[in-house]
């Protein structure tokens, strides 16, 4: 398989691994009182709240693949590539978090100034405290953003910063495998950081991807396997211990494998891939902007429906997804055709 048909099946993998994203945030069970009724709440929050976990994950992992495709191993002219890199990332990555992070702030005081929601510290009651309103950009409470979704673009920032350590190591299988294993010792995939290094693993060990797409249904069973196996064992297995771990990153793995075997597929068939191919350039914008009213959707429906029984949460459930991806992918289509200058900078020119 060529690169360009490898870049054409990530790209699909990722519109999908989007309607993902937006499951974990379309769950209705968070932030409300107990209460729930069985066995919906299971199902929903073993759907979001688990298999839908390995989606970030994947992202990293193709992020880090695609920064490093077509590097020479060697290192040979490295230097030269990792500006240019840097200087594409910050039209990709930097300028899109700022004005969409803007957009989010401006939100955010509208809804802690008149709506009644929490100011946190950037409006204590005193009035806008200027310091807390800019450290909002970078972390405005339990590790987000104003715009929440984009704490793994703030991430990928940072390890794009550090490419040149992952370079170091991924070319190497047996450095990238002593930091596997490491990781998994400690108990942490460093906020992201481990799924990058396997992306970037992929990239100088092409043949292995290459290989996983030609034998799709392989892949995809394979992933299938590993992605709900895991997942069952994580949810309903035995208290977590020193296996907890290396169960998560399996688990990941395997919604990786699954995904890019289902993006392989769907390019494959043209109904599939006439309808997706539509699709693709909102992708970004669809992942950006249904961050920006999730929560408040959310409310909206448990509002207007209730959750008294299954029924209805399940109900909610897929109303807050159909409305957050509906709605997402509408404002992108009017504010690509009205003002497709400025679309294409906050989508960073995908």
Known sequence: MSDRLQLKVLDYAKFLLILGVILIHSNPTEGIPDGFPDPAYTIVNFISGNLCSACVPS?????????????????????????????????TLLIPYLLWNAIGSALFLLKAGMLGFPGYDVLPGSGLDLLAFIRGFWNLTNGYPYDFVLWFIRNLMVFCLLTPLFFIVARSSLLSAISLIACLAIGIDLWGGL??????????????????????????????????????????????????????????????????????????????????????????????????????????????????????LVGVYILTFLTLVIVSWAVWLCASRLLPRFTAVLTGNR
């Open 59 to 91: 992202f990293f992992i193709i992020s880090g693949f695609l920064f490093f495709l077509n590097i020479p191993s060697a290192g040979s002219g490295f230097s030269s590539v990792y500006r240019n890199k840097m200087l594409r990332r910050s039209h």
């Open 195 to 312: 799924y990058f290094l396997i992306g970037s693993w992929l990239a100088f060990h092409q043949e292995t991807l290459r290989t996983l797409l030609r034998q799709q249904f392989r892949t995809l069973i394979i992933g299938l396997l590993l992605w709900f196996g895991f997942a069952a064992l994580i949810g309903f297995g035995p208290e977590p211990g020193a296996f907890h771990m290396p169960a998560i990153l399996l688990r990941n793995i395997g919604g990786t494998l699954s995904f890019f075997a289902a993006g392989s597929l769907a390019m494959d068939s043209t109904r599939c891939r006439k309808a997706i191919a539509y699709l693709i350039p909102s992708t970004f914008f669809i992942y950006a902007f249904h961050g920006l009213f999730s929560s408040v959707t959310r409310k909206l429906w448990l509002k207007t429906i209730g959750y008294s029984d299954s029924v209805e």
